[in-house]
């Protein structure tokens, strides 16, 4: 084995032994306050939506982006709160970035927290002003989660939802980011090619953003994690993709799936190329 692939082998592991942690942490904190999320928004306010949903999105891993789906699927937030919520969703790429560069994700999802907001509260004007028909084919949801008892709780969350369907993936896309920008700095110069080409990236990053899946963000959070590309072109990517939140919204409304990724595709780039001129 090379050294190359044992180094990244070994980052491999390490990062997907402290994302699984964390995973687990989070979906505990769910599973504890899910009915009271629910009961909470209830009797919220339309700009207390804004705040709480972003704030859910910015949760790390899908759980905030599925708890925010079937929030707006129950009528209990707007479509704005929900599009504005997908901005700060960051998926299971969240964990990893907490991992690789924890004060520089930290701040970055604050900065998205904060657009989720006025996203959101932006997104339900343009609803209003263009008379844009939203959550025509919604039908509700109702999840009865049973945690009975740890035995019960293992194999349905830990085992079923997050090593089954998220972590073993989250593993294989970090790997394979981690090879493809190890080996481009190796054999391929490619900390000249990003510093050449960085509006290119940015660009690249929106329209990466609009594919429903955790991993492809993995090569821009790998890319800035090495030094390779600004702040702006990680922003941009964050701003347009959801990890996984958007997939149970496909199956109940793909119209109002199109509508949001729209939206937050043309904020990503505008707020993107901002923060890219500012020189950041």
């Not at 969703?89 to 927290?113: H, N, R, T």
Request: hydrophobic share 50%; proline share 2%.
């Amino acid at each position: 084995m090379t050294p190359l692939l044992e180094k990244i082998i070994l980052e491999t592991i390490q990062i997907s032994l402290l994302v699984g942690v964390m995973m687990i942490v989070v979906d505990i904190l769910n599973v504890v306050t899910r009915r009271k999320l629910e009961q909470f928004f209830k009797n919220a306010g339309r700009f207390r939506q804004y705040i709480i949903a972003s704030l859910i999105g910015t949760t790390p891993g899908c759980i905030g982006g599925f708890t925010n789906v079937s929030l707006y699927i129950h009528g209990m937030i707007s479509f704005g709160a929900l599009a504005g919520s997908m901005i700060a969703v960051s998926g299971d790429e969240a964990f990893v970035m907490l991992a690789m560069f924890p004060k520089q994700a930290i701040l970055l999802f604050g900065i998205l927290f904060l657009i989720g907001i006025a996203g959101g509260w932006l997104i339900d004007l343009a609803v209003q002003r263009f008379k844009i028909r939203v959550c025509e084919n919604c039908k509700e949801m109702v999840v009865h989660a049973d945690e009975r008892n740890f035995r019960h709780y293992f194999k349905e969350h830990v085992y079923e939802h997050i090593i089954k369907r998220h972590l073993w993936k989250t593993a294989l896309w970090t790997f394979g980011a981690l090879l493809l920008v190890e080996s481009g700095l190796a054999y391929l110069h490619l900390e000249e090619f990003t510093s050449q080409y960085k509006i290119l990236f940015l660009f690249f990053g929106a329209l990466v953003g609009l594919i429903p899946e955790s991993g492809p963000h993995l090569i821009f959070v790998t890319l800035f994690a090495q030094g390779l590309i600004p702040f702006s072109v990680l922003l941009t990517s964050s701003i347009v993709q959801d990890g996984h939140g958007m997939l149970p919204m496909l199956s109940y409304s793909l119209k109002d799936s199109v509508i949001v990724k729209g939206f937050n595709f043309v904020i990503g780039l505008l707020i993107g190329l901002i923060v890219f001129l500012l020189g950041y």
